[in-house]
């Protein structure tokens, strides 16, 4: 319906995102992966490491075996057999260094690759038109977006690659070792209260009961864990970007003497880092009750379930520490679970971000295209119009006098109203950023549109990149110098090649001078202002009107903003009202500080 608002919409993007189950999360990162440029290549290291875990487990297997002859040696006190047992021991030793490092090599391939991937396509959806700032609107799930995309994502790599080459390796090690764990206790007949009674292959059933109380015991132990690690992450986030937030204000804070209260709110947010903290000590600390337990008990625990082979004469001490060996094994190949209990934990918190975050993104596009929205459409031919717009904003809705507008190729329209008419939201709304509301946009045929806000955007690098924007090395030296004089900022012209964060480097008005220097150099045909021509000072307001006069005769320039004395570039105005009474119900607010939405 037409009165679905962002805020609905905002919270019904965040639930979605909440109610993914384990399954859904799998197949968005299967999609992510099969569509990815590097899924061959995983493909392939995947495969490497399978076989080389094979060759390892045939290697531990032989290993294993040699125990037996080695130990009868010392029992016999058999020097010569001894130290030929050792010679055997190198070569064995050597083969499985190499399989070792072999392994390590391709798990560090497979986590870079598996990251690379992973941040690529979030990139990608994150820089799809508008998406960016779509989520930042969308409520807590647009928070932070650099955490999720850099740290999480690594993070997920690095546990995804642990998790699944260790269960990879402990599987096939369990198969490997379960036959010759039965060998050596199968036949084996206890003696019990007068009554005699076998258990076939009876130490492969007590590796799996013993490991697998454990692991059951270690799961209802951890699991509180999960959400106590999301929690973590996201107060983390909240300190971090309360910390950027006030070092990218710090002139204003400190001009203002507001040192007190920001460390009060820093301190504020690290107490909230600290509880979650303390939360998940407690129970990291229930469930090393019950891991290290349990690793206490297996120190003796593979002897105590071959004793009673050994002690019967069934087998030789050297087969004792053979079976002990393939016990253990086994059991750790069982208690893989347990032993990891901690990283799944935080595994499935990292993978619930990631996935969540992902599928935000994806949902602002079905947000943004419900019905209630303003309808954008390219006419046939070069020229704009505007029927019926009406904007919803939280404090009412903003619209223009005349129903129907348009606008021609050339013409040059000043767009004004009274103090707090939704200038800057109408601005918005025309370049598709602000898509609530009503009525129709129909955009000039073949034609962009620039549009140009108030505070223009310097991404941090080489200047000339910066005069370029958004299309690097397409112009040289002497059109940059050119651009520069025009605008009144030669003497930047010598550092072209400099790298800076220039918007730190320059004032509020160099950095509006540097936007119309990049209009002067890409020479847009349409062009749409937003409150900044008023508010530069005299000398470099004529500069830029200069450039629009002059440089760019043939473009059609849509100042929005107060009227211009004595000035005859624009030709015709159009007047921005308010309605008197704001909507029942209305969208969460585009200009939302990200601190308001995190608070």
């Known amino acids: 319906m037409a009165n679905v608002t962002a805020e609905n919409g905002s919270a019904s993007l965040q639930a979605g995102t909440q109610d993914e189950g384990l399954w859904t999360q799998l197949m968005t990162m299967r999609r992510i992966y099969l569509?990815?440029?590097?899924?061959?290549?995983?493909?392939?290291?995947?495969?490497?490491?399978?076989?080389?875990?094979?060759?390892?487990?045939?290697?531990?297997?032989?290993?294993?075996?040699?125990?037996?002859?080695?130990?009868?040696?010392?029992?016999?006190?058999?020097?010569?057999?001894f130290f030929h047992q050792l010679t055997i021991f190198a070569g064995i030793a050597g083969v499985l260094l190499l399989f070792n490092v072999s392994q390590q090599w391709l798990n560090q391939?497979?986590?870079?690759?598996?990251?690379?991937?992973?941040?690529?396509?979030?990139?990608?959806?994150?820089?799809?038109?508008?998406?960016?700032?779509?989520?930042?609107?969308?409520?807590?799930?647009?928070v932070n977006p650099d955490q999720r995309m850099?740290?999480?994502?690594?993070?997920?790599?690095?546990?995804?690659?642990?998790?699944?080459?260790?269960?990879?390796?402990?599987?096939?090690?369990?198969?490997?070792?379960?036959?010759?764990?039965?060998?050596?206790?199968?036949?084996?007949?206890?003696?019990?209260?007068?009554?005699?009674?076998?258990?076939?292959?009876?130490?492969v059933w007590a590796a799996i009961i013993y490991a697998g109380s454990a692991s059951w015991l270690s799961w209802l132990v951890g699991r509180p864990l999960i959400s106590l690690n999301s929690e973590r992450y996201n107060r983390e986030a909240a300190l971090r970007f309360t910390m950027m937030r006030v070092n990218e204000h710090i002139d204003s804070i400190t001009l203002a003497g507001g040192e007190g209260s920001e460390r009060q709110r820093l301190e504020n947010d690290l107490g909230s880092v600290l509880t979650a903290m303390r939360n998940i000590f407690r129970a990291q600390i229930n469930l090393a009750w019950v891991v290290d337990g349990y690793g206490w008990v297996t120190v003796v625990a593979p002897i105590l379930v071959a004793a009673p082979v050994y002690f019967a004469g069934h087998i030789t001490f050297g087969g004792l520490m053979m079976a002990v060996g393939a016990f253990n094994q086994v059991h750790t190949s069982l208690r893989w679970f347990i032993a990891n209990i901690g990283a799944i934990t935080d595994w499935r918190a990292t993978l619930h971000r990631i996935t969540s975050f992902r599928s935000a993104l994806v949902g602002t596009d079905a947000l943004n295209d419900a019905e209630g929205r303003i309808e954008f459409a390219l006419n046939d031919s070069n020229r704009m119009t505007i029927d019926e717009l009406e904007v919803v904003s939280p404090s009412g809705n903003t619209r223009l006098a005349d129903s129907h507008v348009e606008i021609m190729p050339g013409e040059r329209i000043v767009v004004s109203g009274d103090p707090g008419t939704g200038k800057t939201l109408l601005f918005r709304a025309l370049a598709g950023l602000w898509p609530w509301g009503s009525g129709r946009v129909g955009l000039p045929k073949d034609e962009p549109v620039t549009f140009l806000p108030r505070t223009p955007y310097l991404p941090p690098g080489k200047l000339r990149d910066v005069?370029?924007?958004?299309?690097?090395?397409i112009f040289n030296d002497n059109q940059l110098t050119e651009a520069l004089s025009r605008v009144g900022l030669q003497r930047l012209a010598p550092q072209l090649d400099t790298e800076a964060r220039w918007d730190r480097q320059l004032s509020d008005e160099d950095e509006r001078l540097l936007a119309f220097a990049r209009l002067l150099l890409h020479k847009p045909r349409w062009v749409f202002i937003d409150e900044v021509l008023e508010s530069m000072e005299p000398p470099a307001q004529r500069r830029a009107l200069s450039i629009l006069q002059k440089d760019l005769q043939g473009s059609t320039i849509v100042s929005i903003g107060r009227p211009l004395p004595d000035h005859s570039l624009f030709t015709r105005g159009l007047q921005l009202v308010r309605l008197a009474s704001p909507p029942k119900r209305h969208p969460a607010r585009a200009d939302r500080k990200l601190e308001e939405t995190k608070a």
């Not at 493909?43 to 075996?65: E, K, R, Y």
């Not at 690379?116 to 038109?129: G, V, Y």
């Not at 010759?180 to 292959?201: E, N, T």
């Open 109 to 142: 391939m497979f986590r870079l690759k598996l990251r690379e991937a992973l941040t690529r396509d979030l990139i990608t959806e994150w820089m799809r038109p508008r998406r960016a700032f779509r989520l930042a609107n969308a409520g807590a799930i647009g």
């Open 35 to 81: 569509a990815s440029p590097v899924f061959k290549t995983l493909l392939a290291i995947a495969i490497g490491s399978f076989l080389v875990v094979v060759a390892t487990a045939l290697g531990q297997i032989v290993l294993n075996q040699w125990y037996k002859p080695f130990y009868d040696a010392i029992e016999r006190r058999d020097t010569d057999a």
């Open 467 to 473: 005069l370029s924007y958004p299309q690097p090395d």
């Open 150 to 203: 850099q740290e999480d994502a690594g993070h997920l790599a690095d546990l995804t690659t642990d998790l699944a080459f260790g269960l990879l390796q402990s599987t096939i090690l369990l198969f490997s070792f379960v036959g010759v764990l039965w060998s050596l206790s199968d036949g084996f007949v206890f003696h019990l209260g007068g009554r005699s009674f076998d258990i076939p292959g009876y130490m």
